[in-house]
């Protein structure tokens, strides 16, 4: 199966970054798998940059439906800082 790659700006959109944050990723070998056609031109494989965001999913513990409710610090039902200013 073939997939068209992506230029730097497309992948940084997919991501939600901007072009320059892949740049430096490349620079310091982080972020997504991509292929350096030459000195200018970069692309990245659309199942390259899907693995690197499933990479860094974040499962929650416990289900949002059993979970406990939240603390009362956490709700702001009052002002965090009594007292005016």
Do not use: G, I
């Given at each position: 199966m073939k997939s068209t790659s992506l230029n730097s700006e497309q992948a940084a959109a997919l991501i939600g970054?901007?072009?320059g944050t892949l740049a430096a990723w490349r620079y310091r070998k982080q972020g997504p798998r991509f292929i350096k056609?030459?000195?200018?031109?970069?692309?990245?494989?659309p199942e390259d940059v899907?693995?690197?965001l499933d990479a860094r999913t974040v499962e929650p513990a416990v289900p949002v439906a059993?979970?406990?409710?939240?603390?009362s610090w956490l709700t702001r039902?009052?002002?965090?800082?009594s007292g005016a200013l």
């Open positions: 970054v901007k072009p056609v030459s000195q200018n031109v970069v692309r990245y494989m899907q693995a690197f059993q979970s406990s409710p939240l603390p039902n009052k002002p965090l800082v």
